[in-house]
């Protein structure tokens, strides 16, 4: 079950970023669960979007144990740096498509924790807004967690910023895709974001309000709404338990980092 859940080719990649375990000079304490086993029922929780007590005695560490590791992991940014690590070996083979992105959002329920608003589009109800930048084929490049009641606009320039340098076939990292695609909620007034992709040398193709027909959108969107479908492959995304937005982004960045690692294997 362990190597199903975490093959080879992802132990090896993992063990690029995860930091040594803490030694113990004094002796005694009970024996640490490997970390193997740990990733894999982290991915489990991730996957069918069990509770932690909810784990399976299969994969050997408790729920809480689980749970412990997983906090730990997520405050040493271990799956931010897996998601990047994943990005540089599909950027190296030339994998990734810069000459067009795009940027959407999809909202789903929070019973409590930071980063949450009243979702407009449902009620008022509690809610947080996952944003999310995929380059051409739909693999994401940059993740976010906003309140749900924020307006799309503005999470465009910390996700673009958040996009980080990634390797390239030839030549050096790269960072900037040639154009932008957003639906209209992305449209502001002024054209203020439009001008600031513009001084990045990103072209953005922001549909206007009013102007433009959402038939047109889907030509070079429709990647990443499958990408979106995706992210609900992770169970635990559907609804927020988590208390801290830390630890749904940390889920979030175990989701897209298992879509790469699966285009990385093909």
């Known amino acids: 079950m362990v190597e199903r859940m975490v093959p080879d080719e992802l132990w090896e990649l ?17 024996r640490r669960y490997g970390d193997r086993e740990v990733l894999a029922a982290i991915i489990f929780v991730a996957t069918t979007g069990c509770t932690w007590r909810q784990l399976p005695p299969i994969f050997g560490p408790s729920g809480p144990t689980a749970h412990r590791r997983f906090t730990e992991w997520s405050a040493a940014r271990v799956w931010a740096k897996l998601h990047r690590l994943i990005l540089d070996e599909l950027g190296s083979r030339g994998d990734l498509d810069w000459s067009r992105c795009a940027i959407d959002s999809v909202n789903m329920r929070a019973l409590k924790g930071e980063l949450t608003g009243p979702n407009p589009v449902d009620r008022g109800k509690k809610g947080s807004k996952i944003h999310l930048i995929t380059e051409r084929t739909g693999l994401p490049l940059s993740i976010g967690i906003f309140g749900a009641n924020l307006h799309d606009s503005q999470a465009l320039q910390p996700l673009v910023r ?9 030549g050096p990292r790269r960072r900037r895709p040639a154009k932008l695609h957003a639906d209209k909620g992305y449209d502001y007034d002024y054209d203020h974001l439009r001008r600031w992709l513009r001084k990045r040398g990103i072209r953005p193709r922001i549909a206007r309000k009013g102007t433009e027909a959402s038939t047109r959108l889907g030509r070079h969107r429709w990647t990443i709404e499958r990408t979106m479908s995706w992210l609900g492959g992770c169970r635990r995304l559907h609804r927020r338990y988590e208390r801290k937005a830390e630890h749904f982004l940390a889920f979030t960045a175990i989701a897209c980092s298992l879509i790469c690692y699966r285009r990385l294997t093909k």
């Open 14 to 30: 993992f063990q690029r970023v995860v930091p040594p375990a803490p030694s113990r000079p004094q002796g005694g304490g009970r």
């Open 162 to 170: 958040g996009i980080p340098p990634i390797r390239s076939r030839r």
